[in-house]
């Protein structure tokens, strides 16, 4: 699970908190533990920061030691929460790109959750557009643009700029009628 905040341990090194989860695993020895470890830390761009611990390096660099952390233990799905939300926009377009690249590797399903609907149509290949109080599926809509993806090529295209359309609209129908509900329900507290 990815989280909003890397939630990286801030004692050990940027090597060892991918380590950490790896090292409980008695089906992995410590040099399988050494070559995954090597490997998330070169897709991440971050080899020569091994060393490094949190408080020295950047928040994107901490997130995407957290990401790597997360490919690394290989799971069969993998739960994303907003987990570029803090991040400034070049940050967020590198990390998606390096989303991209682990996802085409290892080919895991991701839920991941976002309020940013280009976001949601850059990496998607399903977007499911939720109602308020109560959360319900309120539409599920296919992404259908070509993979691989080049997060900065992909912006340019009709068909993004559709798909985004599309969802604004969706959730501006849905704004409405959350704003409609809650002025009915104040007016019956008068």
């Not at 470890?37 to 660099?61: E, R």
């Not at 990390?95 to 149509?121: G, M, P, R, Y």
Request: hydrophobic share 40%; with cysteine; glycine share 2%.
């Amino acid at each position: 699970m990815v989280f909003q905040e890397h939630g990286l341990f801030p004692w050990m090194t940027l090597k060892d908190n991918i380590a950490f989860p790896l090292q409980n695993d008695p089906a992995i020895d410590r040099q399988q533990v050494e070559k995954i470890c090597s490997h998330f830390l070169q897709k991440a761009g971050l080899s020569k920061f091994a060393d490094y611990f949190p408080h020295q390096v950047s928040g994107g660099m901490k997130q995407r030691i957290s990401i790597a952390r997360s490919f690394a233990v290989d799971p069969d799905i993998l739960l994303m929460d907003e987990p570029f939300v803090f991040l400034d926009y070049q940050n967020r377009l590198l990390l998606q790109e390096l989303l991209l690249s682990l996802w085409q590797d290892s080919n895991k399903t991701i839920i991941f959750v976002t309020h940013n609907i280009n976001e949601a149509v850059s990496l998607a290949d399903r977007v499911m557009i939720m109602t308020a109080h109560p959360g319900k599926v309120k539409t599920n809509i296919k992404i259908d643009l070509p993979r691989p993806r080049d997060m900065f090529e992909i912006r340019k295209s009709t068909e993004y700029t559709e798909y985004v359309n599309h969802i604004t609209d969706l959730l501006k129908d849905e704004m409405i009628a959350t704003q409609q509900q809650a002025q009915v329900e104040t007016s019956h507290e008068i």
